[in-house]
């Protein structure tokens, strides 16, 4: 789940990437904000960078170090 304002929620819609809301934006301060899920899953990713012309992940996880 995540909260987001109504200018990025657009701007993941036209990724590829949308938000399912959980209601109508509500107003705070001078910012329409909304609530909602974003799916999390390699389809999804692999959409987004199509979308923005990516060719690789911009986000890596990093290695795990042995304790």
């Known amino acids: 789940m995540t ?3 109504t200018r990025m929620d657009r701007i993941l ?3 590829g990437w949308p938000l399912r809301r959980m209601g109508q934006p509500r107003r705070f ?3 329409d904000a909304v609530a909602g899920y974003l ?3 390699s389809e999804c990713l ?3 960078r199509s979308a923005g ?3 690789s ?3 890596w996880e990093p ?3 042995a304790a």
Do not use: C, F
């Open 13 to 15: 819609r036209r990724a």
């Open 46 to 48: 692999a959409q987004v």
């Open 63 to 65: 290695a795990m170090k």
């Open 57 to 59: 992940p911009v986000l």
């Open 3 to 5: 909260v987001t304002d």
């Open 29 to 31: 301060g001078n910012t």
């Open 39 to 41: 799916e999390v899953s």
């Open 53 to 55: 012309n990516l060719q």
